[in-house]
């Protein structure tokens, strides 16, 4: 009786339904950035690696090839070390002046209790740029799809972890930390209905973006979003325009501005109406609040200027997430979003 037993478990656990997985995500506060950092393993064994989520784009991780100064300073990924490692070899430059480049490599995943094989991913051997030394992530986990470079949501659907490739975000505020979900959502995460929207090139339409009496983009707005900066990144010009009309003061980083913490409540709400829903955030909501020595605060508009910022673009980061639960459905390329518990 026993082996029938334990030969019906192993069964059930062999042809188990596809179900949801949970990443954790630590809230943490480092170098003047705000990150939301979760935890897996590559290879065989499981060589531990902290990432942030990129909602578009494909995996990238450290490889112990990498000799620059950020790759060294945090836990790199060895492809020798690993009896599951698979050879691609494909070079890859990631866009956007990011000057990160090296080659597709795959090898098996391991995140929130999950493990699928045969997962491709960037294996970085140069990062050159502005990224600190100090950040806590060891890589990129990219949740993002194209058929020449399939994401984790992609492999965890093909070999039956998940039955959608469904992806829910949600980021806690006060330093609670978050939770991505992946192949399906949280609804204790959020407080009413999902409003769907069709998602194009990464990116969904607005009817209108405002702060104040500043109109961001009156029509043709287009809104994307990322979760590993807190800023709204959008033109130069605009920035200027919102920072002057918000009191914000230069502190000599272009696209930046500083903002009076004693004044914040004054100032106007930002608005933004996708799909017919107003979805609205307070001052101190869209501020980044930095502490300084001796009990000081420098206060930081989070509407940041990008010289090469498409001129009806905006993208909203982890500020704008901690106040809106996100669902992405690849299968049907739409976005949901609702206010975040």
């Not at 480092?30 to 939301?36: H, L, N, S």
């Not at 020449?148 to 006060?174: F, H, M, N, T």
């Not at 919102?242 to 230069?250: M, Q, S």
């Not at 004044?263 to 608005?271: H, K, M, R, V």
Request: charge should be negative; hydrophobic fraction near 40%; glycine fraction near 10%.
């Amino acid at each position: 009786m026993l082996r029938l037993l334990l030969a019906l478990s192993c069964a059930a656990a062999l042809n188990a339904a596809p179900g949801t997985v949970y990443v954790p995500l630590r809230d943490v506060f480092q170098a003047g950035q705000q990150f939301f950092v979760g935890d897996l393993e590559v290879g065989t064994p499981g060589q531990p690696m902290s990432v942030i989520v990129a909602i578009d784009g494909l995996t990238c991780l450290n490889s112990v090839r990498c000799s620059d100064p950020y790759c060294t300073s945090h836990r790199q990924y060895d492809a020798s070390a690993s009896s599951t490692y698979q050879e691609d070899g494909t070079p890859f430059d990631l866009p956007g002046g990011l000057n990160i480049s090296g080659v597709l490599s795959k090898d098996s995943v391991s995140l929130g209790g999950a493990t699928v094989s045969d997962v491709l991913f960037a294996e970085a051997t140069s990062v050159w740029n502005q990224w600190s030394t100090d950040a806590p992530n060891d890589g990129v986990l990219g949740l993002g799809f194209s058929p020449a470079a399939p994401s984790i949501l992609d492999a965890l659907a093909e070999q039956g972890v998940i039955a959608d490739r469904l992806a829910g975000i949600w980021l806690g505020r006060d330093g609670v930390g978050g939770e991505l979900t992946l192949g399906g959502i949280n609804e204790q995460r959020y407080t009413s209905p999902l409003t769907w929207t069709p998602i194009v090139d990464n990116m969904v339409s607005a009817e209108s973006v405002t702060v104040g009496q500043v109109s961001v983009c009156a029509a043709d707005c287009r809104v994307g979003a990322t979760s590993v900066s807190p800023y709204f990144f959008l033109t130069m010009q605009m920035a200027k325009t919102i920072n002057d009309a918000l009191g914000g003061t230069d502190i000599g980083q272009p696209g930046v501005a500083a903002l009076d913490c004693a004044t914040l409540d004054a100032l106007p709400t930002l608005e933004l109406v996708i799909a017919g829903r107003s979805l609205q955030m307070s001052p101190r909501q869209y501020t980044v609040v930095i502490p300084l020595t001796g009990g000081e605060s420098l206060c930081l508009s989070g509407f940041v200027g990008q010289p090469e910022a498409p001129p009806a673009d905006i993208t909203v980061g982890t500020l704008f997430m901690q106040q809106f639960y996100a669902a992405y459905d690849m299968d049907n390329m739409q976005l949901g979003f609702t206010d975040s518990a």
